[in-house]
């Protein structure tokens, strides 16, 4: 059976939705590589042209070869896939463009169509199907994957792990990255799973729904908590949806929009009755403000999507926007601020984060050079391109300034992938949320109240 004959089994849809060599329904958008005039604005801003110097790791490359398919003028084979998933999806490419190309939703459009044409199968099919399919979305199984992971931190068997040397029989990437794993606490959705809403300290101005995430939740559940106690701190009741699922970013970045429009609309009926989503994880934020492109082919759920994407927040833009109480209490530290790609690029917030940082007393901020320059996180692409990602990071860390304390910064992915470099390249900084740092400065200023009072 021919490629094009199995995508007329598999998707009878795509009669109409299929375009050149894209040969299932929800093909790459033409609209979206019309502007672009291989001008190479773009060259600079990408890590991986960075990297290796070739055209087709390069923005303007890919999109010439994503066209190109659409043409008829390539196939979708290897070739083709190697480019299209080495694209680490930072956005950068997108900010430096004067088209405003969208060569991320193209990236990711692209990969859909790669993985109907070409689906994981063996050993990799296996391990993509347990984490996207059966775990991510599913929180009593996160849950219990975070019991496990607890008690191997608390039981002593981390110790025995590591003084045996068993940590090693594992890839060295992945030894790296258990050598940084936070330490893991209860989640918050299960902690407030019977207090539907969690009151505002004071007088409640808004009611915010938050979106407690997957991994987020189960490995940085204490930045969770932190952003609950801030957002009641300034008088917003926080809802916390038990119906809520993972974002679907991993999912997307991966080429399974099937699955990822499953739980897009999950989540558009899990906070239906809330006015606005908050959420603390850029790659989480970045998705849930892009689930309409999920939907292209489906005008109901597109106008439901687009109203669901236009209550979403980051947390640092929300306390910006609604106005926060400046904190008292003083954090007194030297601090440099990393933007999350998904943050910078993907939803423009820069000096929202920064502001926060700037209004707690004590603090002493550095400029980083690059800041916005992508650490190599980018959802799995560190497990999955070890070697790119570990090159990207070097770059990263060359670029952190020596004589700080801190780095902050608004996406888990990139605090396991700056941890890393911390560690990897001998250095002493402590990784914070941005949020987290907030949340001490007010901690430390009731303390010190009470003290007084007392």
């Not at 995430?213 to 189960?218: A, I, K, P, T």
């Not at 300034?234 to 929009?257: E, K, S, Y």
């Not at 916005?372 to 391109?385: E, K, L, V």
Request: charged content about 25%; hydrophobic content about 35%.
């Amino acid at each position: 059976m021919s490629l094009k004959e199995m995508a007329l089994k598999q998707s009878p849809a795509c009669g109409s939705g299929s375009l050149g060599n894209y040969l299932w329904s929800d093909p790459p958008d033409e609209s979206k590589w019309a502007d672009c005039v291989h001008c190479g604005m773009c060259l600079e801003s990408c890590p991986t042209y960075e990297q290796t110097g070739m055209e087709q790791h390069s923005p303007r490359g890919r999109v010439y070869l994503i066209k190109s398919v659409a043409e008829g003028k390539l196939e979708v084979n290897e070739q083709f896939m190697d480019p299209v998933f080495a694209c680490l999806d930072c956005r950068a490419c997108t900010t430096a463009c004067p088209a405003d190309v969208d060569v991320g939703g193209l990236i990711e459009e692209a990969r859909g169509q790669i993985r109907q044409a070409m689906p994981l199968t063996g050993v990799k099919g296996a391990v993509n199907k347990f984490f996207l399919k059966g775990l991510f979305p599913n929180h009593n199984r996160l849950n219990a994957v975070g019991s496990l992971l607890k008690f191997y931190q608390k039981s002593g068997i981390q110790k025995v792990v590591h003084k045996t040397g068993l940590i090693n029989i594992m890839p060295q990437h992945l030894v790296d990255m258990e050598a940084i794993m936070p330490e893991v606490k209860e989640p918050v959705r299960k902690k407030y799973k019977h207090e539907p809403v969690i009151k505002a300290k004071g007088e409640t101005k808004n009611e915010v729904g938050f979106l407690t995430g997957c991994v987020m939740d189960v490995m940085f559940s204490d930045i969770n908590q932190s952003t609950i106690n801030v957002l009641t701190r300034n008088g917003n009741d926080v809802v916390i949806p038990q119906n809520q699922t993972c974002c679907g970013a991993l999912h997307i970045h991966a080429g399974d929009r099937e699955t990822g429009r499953k739980l897009a609309k999950q989540n558009i009926e899990a906070f239906q009755d809330v006015e606005t989503v908050v959420v603390n994880a850029a790659g989480c934020g970045c998705m849930m403000q892009e689930y309409a492109e999920l939907f292209r082919e489906d005008p109901e759920w597109r106008e439901k999507a687009e109203a669901f994407s236009a209550k979403v927040e980051d947390i640092s833009k929300y306390l910006h926007d609604t106005g926060y109480e400046k904190p008292k209490g003083e954090i007194n530290t030297r601090i440099t601020y990393h933007d999350a790609c998904h943050l910078a690029h993907g939803q423009g917030i820069r000096q929202q984060p920064r502001d926060l940082l700037l209004d707690i007393p004590g603090v002493d901020m550095v400029h980083m050079p690059n800041a916005d320059r992508c650490c190599g996180s980018a959802g799995i692409y560190n497990i999955t391109n070890p070697e790119m990602a570990g090159a990207v990071l070097e770059s990263k860390m060359e670029n952190v300034p020596d004589d700080v304390e801190m780095i902050s910064m608004g996406n888990p992915g990139c605090m396991l992938q700056m941890a890393m470099g911390v560690k990897k390249y001998g250095r002493n900084q402590k990784i914070v949320h941005t949020i987290q740092l907030l949340d001490w400065a007010y901690q430390k200023g009731e303390a010190a109240v009470n003290k007084e009072g007392k």
